[in-house]
């Protein structure tokens, strides 16, 4: 019982989050919560750890829980670092195709769009993001695979709160093009695709989007 009521404050917290409902920065008082669910602290307080672990949300000694606010010089320098890595990942990609791997990218972009039709938020940034370290690790390279998940780990929470249901299907339908000159072993076609596709999702996030409630009730409402 315990845990269902923790997932679903985890649940209610992280779509408040996602639909600018809740703001960063905004502080999540323990108490306010507890009161709105209808649970103890206790629960509350794990439900804003899990947050945490996703980056969601930080945690602040003596302070609380704070909606997370992350950087826009991060996200810029991240992209930045991404376009040159993922330009020569995809270049190399395309040279040692096979069928198998491009099997493989088409049943990922499947699963893509069934997240993004389901309104499934969290999960399709989890499946957009991992479409890129999916390449690393068909070109079996663990090192390209964890360098790349730790950038787009560093970016996803940013992107999670700041692209739109409809800049996401873009995206995967950018991710079809991508395959397609993989698939026709186009590397300078591939990699001119996957440089205007990181772009397109960096130029696709809204960091100064405003929604005029700090009442965690309305919000959560």
């Known amino acids: ?28 008082a323990e108490q306010k919560l507890a009161d709105h669910f209808g649970v103890s602290r206790t629960l509350v307080r794990q439900a804003l750890f899990q947050l945490s672990q996703n980056r969601l949300i930080r945690l602040e000694p003596a302070r609380g829980a704070f909606v997370a606010a992350p950087s826009v010089e991060e996200a810029q320098q ?18 040692q195709v096979t069928p198998e791997q491009i099997t493989a990218l088409k049943e ?11 309104g499934d938020i969290t999960g399709r940034t989890e499946l ?34 700041y692209q739109s249901r409809n800049e996401a299907e873009h995206s995967t339908d950018e991710h079809v093009t991508i395959v397609a000159a993989l698939e026709a072993k186009d590397s300078d076609l591939a990699v001119r695709l996957m440089h205007e596709h ?24």
């Open 1 to 28: 019982m315990e845990t269902s009521t923790t997932h679903h404050i985890v649940e209610s917290l992280t779509r408040a989050i996602v639909e600018h409902r809740l703001l960063p920065g905004s502080k999540l």
């Open 78 to 95: 991240v992209f930045a670092v991404r376009r040159m890595l993922e330009a020569e990942m995809t270049r190399a990609f395309a040279k």
């Open 108 to 118: 990922h972009i499947k699963q893509e769009r069934e997240a993004v039709t389901q």
């Open 128 to 161: 957009l993001g991992d479409f890129h370290v999916r390449m690393a690790e068909l070109m079996h390279n663990d090192v390209l695979a964890q360098v790349l998940g730790e950038l787009i780990s560093r970016c996803a929470l940013i992107t999670l709160m």
């Open 198 to 221: 990181l772009l397109h999702v960096e130029a696709s996030l809204t960091f100064d989007r405003k929604v005029p409630t700090q009442d965690i009730a309305m919000a959560l409402s």
